[in-house]
């Protein structure tokens, strides 16, 4: 099942074009995230869908009565201010605490309920950040560059749970990376964005695509061993195929 489709998409900012006809679709319960180098129009794609920003044509079609959660880069918050975790993540909307307990799981930070925001790690604080996103059971999941600021071993931790959360949930990921150690062995499918769609597959056939290289160098290969390394070993016990549990409209 289709849980967004975008079609033609063109975003500018005055003069200069941030995205030129981009065409993608994600699908029920698959993981995709998109690769690129800075500037090529990643989280103005993301923005798009989520209605953050006009396009200049094309068009954002989701499925009637879609939950989307979004992980932003940053959040910024004032450091002296006195604020739990569960009281961070009843604003705005009010989530009861049952909720709250329930995303802190997935999340896979489950007793961080009572600890003060000001006193979590880079790596805690992006686990909240993901529970926040969490608490509505979203049908599709956004992070935009959701592991910055975090060294390599917390990012694959991170990766790690959102493809925990994929399995608890049934819900689809689509992210933007610009980790290509981790992005083989966390995607279902890659797509290589620079203004406009380069190339897109399996992370197998991306990572091999000239467009890809061109932009990322031959030096990919650890990439793409990780990636078979982790697929492998991986589908011994997890079907990655696109016949995951569907979400009910």
Do not use: W
Request: glycine share 8%; charged share 20%.
């Amino acid at each position: 099942m289709t849980l967004v489709k975008v079609k033609d998409l063109s975003v500018n900012y005055g003069a200069r074009s941030a995205l030129t006809s981009v065409s993608l679709s994600v699908e029920s319960a698959e993981i995709v995230t998109i690769v690129g180098p800075n500037g090529s129009g990643k989280t103005s794609l993301l923005r798009a869908i989520i209605g953050a920003i006009k396009s200049e044509q094309g068009s954002v079609t989701k499925r009637n009565g879609i939950q989307i959660g979004y992980v932003p880069q940053q959040l910024h918050i004032d450091a002296t201010l006195p604020i739990t975790v569960q009281r961070f993540l009843k604003l705005p909307h009010g989530a009861t605490s049952s909720e709250i307990t329930q995303a802190l799981h997935h999340a896979g930070v489950p007793d961080l309920s009572t600890s003060q925001l000001s006193h979590l790690s880079g790596g805690q604080f992006q686990r909240v950040l993901l529970a926040r996103a969490l608490i509505k059971k979203p049908d599709l999941l956004l992070l935009d560059e959701a592991t910055q600021g975090l060294d390599q071993r917390g990012s694959a931790a991170f990766y790690q749970q959102i493809e925990r959360v994929r399995q608890d949930t049934g819900c689809a990921v689509l992210m933007i990376s610009h980790e290509l150690h981790v992005v083989m062995s966390a995607s279902d499918r890659v797509i290589c964005l620079n203004g406009h769609v380069c190339c897109e597959g399996t992370p197998a056939v991306v990572a091999s695509a000239p467009e890809y290289r061109e932009l990322f160098g031959t030096g990919t290969g650890g990439a793409l061993a990780l990636y078979r390394h982790e697929h492998d070993h991986g589908h011994d016990h997890v079907d990655h195929s696109h016949d995951h549990v569907e979400v009910n409209e």
